[in-house]
């Protein structure tokens, strides 16, 4: 007769030993890497929680909480259904409680529809039980202190501008360029797909804290990228403003064009007040990958992602 799992649903009154576990944990990321932010209100964490009409998990030990799992499941337009674990979603003493956990979960995801389970976990040794799972990295986080940098003259043909609404185009085909950096051929996608790429453009263009960044030489748009204050993000600090959506025309790389473009807003952000800044990038760009730590980014989290098979 097999032993009975030490695994079963959070309650409640498990919530505020979980927040002291993720408080713990959030500190130790910090030592390791200190562009974490170990910033933690338990009191908000507890309620929410609390609250969560999520499944999570903790391994009992006959009264002794000794790991946790929470994930979200929800639909993605290009991979379907899937379920996300940030860093404060997971805990655990030992491997067997890992296990333990994320065999309770994956059945519990899968009866939601969810293929594929993502989590975020420290750069660097926090990936090693992951991997050891069968997950694969798919992204990184990456995060700098910003400070003021010595200014530069854009050369005379070249300008930089915030884009609106009518270079939605523009933004479209950079979209496609940054697909196929990441392994996606924009001409798979189906209609359906492509329409929820337009739509979530749009949005971005029509937002007055996004800030979609144009580079025109002679004219023609040469580079784009969009910037916004990072909302409220475990690990992150405050003051923390996100760059992303960084691309260059084919014709116009090579020329350190990029490289002026990031002192530029790194320049202004310093200026608006902001204290970090933070960068994403898929683990196949080939041409991000190299790119950003060269600008003082380091690594933070990286996401994995493992496939729910049966």
């Known amino acids: 007769m097999g032993l009975v799992s030490p695994v079963r649903r959070g309650m409640k009154k498990d919530a505020s030993l979980i927040a002291q576990r993720v408080a713990d944990q959030l500190s130790r990321d910090a030592l390791i890497e200190p562009l974490v932010?170990?910033?933690?209100?338990?009191?908000?964490?507890?309620?929410?929680?609390?609250?969560s009409t999520n499944p999570w998990w903790v391994d009992d030990a006959s009264g002794r909480?000794?790991?946790?799992?929470?994930?979200?499941?929800?639909?993605?337009s290009l991979f379907g259904r899937q379920t996300w674990t940030g860093p404060d979603g997971y805990s655990y003493e030992v491997l067997d409680v890992l296990d333990n956990l994320c065999e309770q979960a994956y059945r519990s995801w899968r009866q939601e529809g969810s293929n594929a389970h993502l989590v975020w976990a420290l750069a660097g040794s926090?990936?090693?039980?992951?991997?050891?799972?069968?997950?694969?990295m798919m992204s990184v986080r990456a995060a700098r202190a910003l400070e003021a940098v010595e200014e530069f003259t854009w050369p005379h043909d070249y300008r930089l501008r915030r884009g609106t609404l009518t270079d939605l185009a523009t933004a479209l085909?950079?979209?496609g360029l940054i697909d196929r950096a990441q392994g996606v051929d924009p001409e798979t996608l189906t209609a359906e797909q492509r329409s929820a790429n337009r739509a979530d453009l749009e949005n971005?263009?029509?937002?007055?804290?996004?800030?979609?960044?144009?580079?025109?030489?002679?004219g023609s748009p040469a580079a784009q990228c969009v910037t916004f204050p990072l909302p409220a993000l475990r690990g992150n600090?405050?003051?923390?403003l996100h760059i992303g959506s960084l691309a260059v025309s084919p014709a116009f790389r090579?020329?350190?064009?990029?490289?002026?473009?990031?002192?530029?807003?790194?320049?202004?952000a310093f200026g608006e007040g902001f204290a970090y800044a933070e960068v994403r990038w898929h683990i196949d760009n080939r041409l991000a990958t190299p790119f950003w730590p060269t600008l003082g980014f380091r690594p933070t989290y990286v996401q994995l992602r493992r496939t729910l098979k049966d």
């Open 37 to 51: 932010s170990d910033q933690f209100s338990r009191q908000e964490f507890e309620l929410a929680i609390s609250n």
């Open 237 to 240: 600090f405050a003051n923390t």
């Open 254 to 268: 090579r020329q350190g064009l990029a490289t002026m473009m990031m002192r530029e807003i790194m320049n202004s």
């Open 65 to 76: 909480i000794r790991g946790h799992l929470y994930g979200t499941t929800l639909e993605d």
């Open 173 to 175: 085909e950079f979209d």
């Open 204 to 218: 971005l263009l029509d937002d007055p804290e996004c800030y979609y960044y144009l580079v025109d030489i002679d």
């Open 126 to 136: 926090g990936t090693q039980d992951w991997l050891e799972r069968g997950y694969r």
